[in-house]
Protein backbone atom coordinates (compact mmCIF):
# COMPACT_ATOMS: atom_id res chain seq x y z
CA UNK A 1 0.00 0.00 0.00
CA UNK A 2 1.72 2.97 -1.17
CA UNK A 3 1.73 6.68 1.19
CA UNK A 4 0.17 8.30 -1.49
CA UNK A 5 -2.48 7.14 -3.44
CA UNK A 6 -3.46 7.75 -7.07
CA UNK A 7 -5.55 6.44 -9.53
CA UNK A 8 -4.62 2.63 -10.66
CA UNK A 9 -6.08 3.88 -14.40
CA UNK A 10 -7.05 6.82 -16.44
CA UNK A 11 -7.51 6.74 -20.17
CA UNK A 12 -8.96 9.53 -22.76
CA UNK A 13 -8.59 10.07 -26.43
CA UNK A 14 -5.85 12.00 -28.51
CA UNK A 15 -6.11 15.58 -28.48
CA UNK A 16 -8.24 15.59 -25.58
CA UNK A 17 -6.98 16.11 -21.56
CA UNK A 18 -6.35 14.21 -18.55
CA UNK A 19 -6.18 14.79 -15.11
CA UNK A 20 -4.49 12.68 -12.36
CA UNK A 21 -4.75 13.02 -8.92
CA UNK A 22 -2.25 12.23 -6.21
CA UNK A 23 -3.70 12.43 -2.82
CA UNK A 24 -1.33 12.11 0.37
CA UNK A 25 -0.77 13.40 4.09
CA UNK A 26 0.25 16.45 6.13
CA UNK A 27 3.73 14.88 6.85
CA UNK A 28 4.25 14.01 2.92
CA UNK A 29 2.03 16.59 0.10
CA UNK A 30 1.10 18.84 2.95
CA UNK A 31 4.69 20.22 4.20
CA UNK A 32 6.62 19.26 1.26
CA UNK A 33 6.39 19.92 -2.63
CA UNK A 34 5.34 17.27 -5.20
CA UNK A 35 7.04 15.97 -8.07
CA UNK A 36 5.91 14.05 -11.10
CA UNK A 37 7.56 11.03 -13.07
CA UNK A 38 6.80 9.44 -16.73
CA UNK A 39 7.64 6.23 -16.91
CA UNK A 40 7.74 4.95 -20.31
CA UNK A 41 7.14 1.23 -21.37
CA UNK A 42 10.91 -0.30 -20.42
CA UNK A 43 12.81 2.71 -19.99
CA UNK A 44 13.47 5.05 -16.62
CA UNK A 45 11.22 6.91 -15.20
CA UNK A 46 11.74 10.65 -16.49
CA UNK A 47 11.11 14.55 -14.21
CA UNK A 48 7.96 16.03 -15.69
CA UNK A 49 7.38 18.53 -13.21
CA UNK A 50 9.35 19.63 -9.70
CA UNK A 51 8.47 21.65 -6.76
CA UNK A 52 5.13 21.22 -7.25
CA UNK A 53 4.55 23.13 -10.58
CA UNK A 54 7.34 24.03 -12.44
CA UNK A 55 8.66 22.46 -15.39
CA UNK A 56 12.00 20.79 -16.27
CA UNK A 57 13.44 22.48 -19.35
CA UNK A 58 12.60 20.48 -22.69
CA UNK A 59 9.15 19.05 -20.90
CA UNK A 60 6.24 20.82 -23.00
CA UNK A 61 3.22 22.87 -21.48
CA UNK A 62 1.30 20.69 -22.15
CA UNK A 63 2.27 18.81 -18.73
CA UNK A 64 0.86 20.99 -15.81
CA UNK A 65 0.91 20.41 -12.15
CA UNK A 66 -0.66 22.00 -9.15
CA UNK A 67 -1.46 21.62 -5.22
CA UNK A 68 -3.33 21.79 -2.91
CA UNK A 69 -3.43 20.94 0.93
CA UNK A 70 -2.63 17.33 0.48
CA UNK A 71 -3.21 16.75 -2.88
CA UNK A 72 -1.54 17.01 -5.99
CA UNK A 73 -3.29 16.69 -9.44
CA UNK A 74 -0.92 16.69 -12.68
CA UNK A 75 -2.76 17.45 -16.00
CA UNK A 76 -2.15 16.47 -19.42
CA UNK A 77 -3.33 18.57 -22.92
CA UNK A 78 -3.70 17.47 -26.43
CA UNK A 79 -2.87 13.91 -25.68
CA UNK A 80 -0.75 11.95 -28.23
CA UNK A 81 -0.60 8.24 -28.18
CA UNK A 82 3.32 8.68 -27.22
CA UNK A 83 2.12 9.87 -23.65
CA UNK A 84 1.41 6.29 -22.89
CA UNK A 85 3.04 5.45 -19.81
CA UNK A 86 3.18 5.21 -16.57
CA UNK A 87 3.20 8.52 -14.29
CA UNK A 88 4.03 8.61 -10.44
CA UNK A 89 3.83 11.39 -8.47
CA UNK A 90 6.26 11.85 -5.53
CA UNK A 91 7.50 13.71 -2.33
CA UNK A 92 8.75 13.71 1.15
CA UNK A 93 7.52 12.20 4.19
CA UNK A 94 8.45 13.96 7.05
CA UNK A 95 6.98 11.57 9.37
CA UNK A 96 8.52 8.34 7.95
CA UNK A 97 12.05 10.07 7.17
CA UNK A 98 11.89 8.95 3.80
CA UNK A 99 10.64 9.75 0.04
CA UNK A 100 7.74 8.42 -0.75
CA UNK A 101 5.89 7.36 -4.21
CA UNK A 102 2.19 7.18 -5.58
CA UNK A 103 1.56 3.24 -6.47
CA UNK A 104 1.38 4.79 -10.15
CA UNK A 105 -1.21 5.48 -13.18
CA UNK A 106 -1.46 3.90 -16.12
CA UNK A 107 -2.40 6.24 -18.95
CA UNK A 108 -4.18 4.54 -22.35
CA UNK A 109 -4.58 7.02 -25.05
CA UNK A 110 -7.62 5.16 -26.61
CA UNK B 1 25.01 15.74 -21.84
CA UNK B 2 24.26 14.40 -17.86
CA UNK B 3 24.44 10.54 -17.88
CA UNK B 4 24.16 8.13 -14.37
CA UNK B 5 25.38 4.42 -15.28
CA UNK B 6 24.41 2.16 -12.63
CA UNK B 7 26.14 -1.48 -12.92
CA UNK B 8 26.96 -4.22 -10.11
CA UNK B 9 23.63 -5.89 -10.32
CA UNK B 10 23.14 -9.65 -10.44
CA UNK B 11 21.66 -12.79 -8.55
CA UNK B 12 22.31 -13.31 -5.33
CA UNK B 13 21.45 -15.78 -2.30
CA UNK B 14 18.93 -14.80 0.40
CA UNK B 15 21.50 -13.57 3.09
CA UNK B 16 24.24 -12.56 0.67
CA UNK B 17 25.69 -8.92 -0.08
CA UNK B 18 26.22 -7.37 -3.32
CA UNK B 19 27.81 -3.99 -4.32
CA UNK B 20 26.19 -1.61 -6.96
CA UNK B 21 27.40 1.26 -7.99
CA UNK B 22 26.83 4.43 -10.47
CA UNK B 23 28.95 6.46 -12.51
CA UNK B 24 27.99 10.19 -12.42
CA UNK B 25 29.09 12.31 -15.40
CA UNK B 26 28.30 15.94 -17.55
CA UNK B 27 27.64 17.56 -14.36
CA UNK B 28 29.68 18.72 -11.25
CA UNK B 29 28.92 15.26 -8.78
CA UNK B 30 29.38 16.97 -5.61
CA UNK B 31 27.33 20.04 -6.30
CA UNK B 32 24.34 17.82 -5.64
CA UNK B 33 22.93 15.15 -3.38
CA UNK B 34 22.45 11.58 -5.01
CA UNK B 35 19.77 8.75 -4.03
CA UNK B 36 18.85 5.08 -4.90
CA UNK B 37 15.43 4.04 -5.83
CA UNK B 38 14.12 0.87 -6.48
CA UNK B 39 11.41 -0.73 -8.60
CA UNK B 40 10.49 -4.43 -7.92
CA UNK B 41 9.27 -6.24 -11.10
CA UNK B 42 5.80 -5.10 -11.81
CA UNK B 43 5.71 -3.03 -9.53
CA UNK B 44 5.71 0.81 -8.29
CA UNK B 45 8.57 2.79 -7.18
CA UNK B 46 10.38 2.76 -3.60
CA UNK B 47 12.99 5.41 -2.42
CA UNK B 48 16.05 3.01 -0.81
CA UNK B 49 18.46 5.82 0.11
CA UNK B 50 19.65 9.41 -0.12
CA UNK B 51 23.07 11.05 0.47
CA UNK B 52 24.01 14.26 0.43
CA UNK B 53 26.83 16.58 -1.97
CA UNK B 54 29.52 15.67 0.96
CA UNK B 55 28.53 12.02 2.28
CA UNK B 56 27.87 13.77 5.52
CA UNK B 57 24.13 12.98 5.98
CA UNK B 58 22.32 10.17 4.54
CA UNK B 59 18.64 8.28 5.04
CA UNK B 60 17.48 5.41 4.09
CA UNK B 61 13.78 3.35 3.80
CA UNK B 62 12.87 1.66 6.91
CA UNK B 63 13.10 -1.40 4.42
CA UNK B 64 16.22 -1.53 4.28
CA UNK B 65 17.62 0.52 7.37
CA UNK B 66 20.56 -1.73 9.11
CA UNK B 67 21.24 -3.74 5.91
CA UNK B 68 22.30 -1.42 2.93
CA UNK B 69 24.75 1.33 3.12
CA UNK B 70 25.07 4.55 0.87
CA UNK B 71 28.11 6.55 0.44
CA UNK B 72 29.70 8.39 -1.87
CA UNK B 73 33.29 9.00 -3.90
CA UNK B 74 33.57 12.15 -5.46
CA UNK B 75 36.82 12.32 -6.64
CA UNK B 76 35.47 9.27 -8.53
CA UNK B 77 32.46 11.11 -9.06
CA UNK B 78 30.95 7.50 -8.20
CA UNK B 79 27.35 6.95 -5.95
CA UNK B 80 27.52 3.09 -4.02
CA UNK B 81 24.52 1.06 -2.30
CA UNK B 82 26.38 -1.79 -0.25
CA UNK B 83 23.94 -4.20 0.24
CA UNK B 84 24.42 -6.85 2.77
CA UNK B 85 21.62 -9.55 4.26
CA UNK B 86 19.79 -9.83 1.10
CA UNK B 87 16.20 -10.76 1.20
CA UNK B 88 14.26 -12.20 -1.57
CA UNK B 89 11.75 -9.11 -1.29
CA UNK B 90 14.74 -6.45 -2.40
CA UNK B 91 14.59 -8.23 -5.94
CA UNK B 92 14.16 -4.99 -8.03
CA UNK B 93 15.78 -3.09 -10.67
CA UNK B 94 18.02 -0.41 -8.63
CA UNK B 95 17.68 3.13 -9.90
CA UNK B 96 20.57 5.88 -9.48
CA UNK B 97 19.18 9.23 -9.39
CA UNK B 98 20.30 12.88 -8.94
CA UNK B 99 18.47 14.88 -6.10
CA UNK B 100 16.61 18.13 -6.94
CA UNK B 101 16.60 19.37 -3.60
CA UNK B 102 18.01 18.26 -0.11
CA UNK B 103 17.12 19.99 2.80
CA UNK B 104 16.64 19.52 6.66
CA UNK B 105 13.01 18.16 7.58
CA UNK B 106 10.70 19.47 10.10
CA UNK B 107 12.21 16.68 12.34
CA UNK B 108 15.33 17.91 11.50
CA UNK B 109 16.47 14.66 9.10
CA UNK B 110 17.69 14.97 5.97
CA UNK B 111 15.16 14.97 2.84
CA UNK B 112 15.81 14.10 -0.36
CA UNK B 113 13.23 15.52 -2.63
CA UNK B 114 12.29 15.03 -6.70
CA UNK B 115 14.93 13.28 -8.61
CA UNK B 116 16.63 13.94 -12.41
CA UNK B 117 17.66 12.92 -14.22
CA UNK B 118 17.54 8.89 -13.77
CA UNK B 119 20.07 5.78 -14.45
CA UNK B 120 18.84 3.26 -16.79
CA UNK B 121 18.91 0.69 -13.48
CA UNK B 122 20.93 -2.34 -12.56
CA UNK B 123 19.09 -5.67 -11.67
CA UNK B 124 19.04 -7.54 -8.64
CA UNK B 125 17.75 -10.44 -7.76
CA UNK B 126 17.42 -12.21 -4.74
CA UNK B 127 16.47 -16.30 -4.81
CA UNK B 128 17.94 -19.03 -3.82
Known amino acids: QSVLTQPPSVSAAPGQKVTISCSGS????????VSWFQQLPGTAPKLLIY???KRPSGIPDRFSGSKSGTSATLGITGLQTGDEADYYC???????????FGGGTKLTVL | EVQLVESGGGVVRPGGSLRLSCAAS????????MSWVRQAPGKGLEWVSG????????GYADSVKGRFTISRDNAKTSLYLQMNSLRTEDTALYYC?????????????????????WGQGTLVTVSS
Open chain 2, 97 to 117: ARVGTFYYDSSGYPAFNWFDP
Open chain 2, 26 to 33: GFTFDDYG
Open chain 2, 51 to 58: INWNGGST
Open chain 1, 26 to 33: SPNIGKNS
Open chain 1, 51 to 53: DNN
Open chain 1, 90 to 100: GTWDGSLSAGV
